[in-house]
Structure formats: structure tokens, C-alpha cells
Nanobody, 124 residues
């Protein structure tokens, strides 16, 4: 059974930083595409960032490019999202997600497993 557990969310002032972690079990991250998504109240879930397997290319939503960094530690089977220069509009529940190889699928599509989410709140 695959489980993804996010942590690191919280309340931070605008301009601050947070690092989210997502620890996985039941599915190795070393041969998986891993991603972060977020969902703000009343809005659809949006893709934030991903690391594609096998080439390791990273993708970011335009709204976070240059401020957020996704990384993963295969030895710890953990994916991270380092968030800097946070804005109130970054407030959302953040989810990690994992998928296997998906030829022809975009980086934000077709994920197999999801975590339960962690709340990030950015105050003005």
C-alpha cells in the first residue's frame, strides 16, 4: 500500500519561507515522477512543481517559478518543496503526488497516489 505523508506546513508572514516534506512508503521515489499540487479554498487544485522520471527535469507553475524549489532524496524516499518569498496568494493546502512512467502525459497530469495535504497560510 502506497502512503504519502506531507509535513512542514504552517502559518508564515508574507516574504517568509517554509519547507514542505513528503515521505513515501510502498512506492520508491527513485523510479517515479513526484510533484506538488495545491488547492486554495473555493478553487481547483493546481500543479505547483514536479520532478520527472527518468530524466530528472523539473517543472514549475509560472506563479511559483523562481521562488519555489522541488527536490527529492531517494535514500530517504522523500520529496521536498522549498518555498521562499511567500505571498498571501500562496495560501492553500499543499499535496504531494506520485506517478509511474507516463509517455506523452504532461507533468501536471495523471498521478496515481496522493498525500492527505498540509496547510500553508501566508499572512499579509
Amino acid at each position: 500500500q502506497v502512503q504519502l505523508v506531507e509535513s512542514g506546513g504552517g502559518l508564515v508572514q508574507a516574504g517568509g519561507s517554509l519547507r514542505l516534506s513528503c515521505a513515501g512508503s510502498g512506492r520508491t521515489f527513485s523510479t517515479a515522477t513526484v510533484a506538488w499540487f495545491r488547492q486554495a479554498p473555493g478553487k481547483e487544485r493546481d500543479a505547483v512543481a514536479a520532478i520527472l522520471w527518468p530524466d530528472g527535469i523539473t517543472y514549475y507553475a509560472d506563479s511559483v517559478a523562481g521562488r519555489f524549489t522541488i527536490s527529492k532524496d531517494n535514500a530517504k524516499n522523500t520529496v521536498y518543496l522549498q518555498m521562499a518569498s511567500l505571498k498571501p496568494e500562496d495560501t492553500a493546502v499543499y499535496y504531494c503526488a506520485v506517478r509511474g512512467p507516463r509517455l506523452g502525459r504532461a507533468w501536471y497530469e495523471d498521478y496515481d497516489y496522493w498525500g492527505q495535504g498540509t496547510q500553508v497560510t501566508v499572512s499579509p
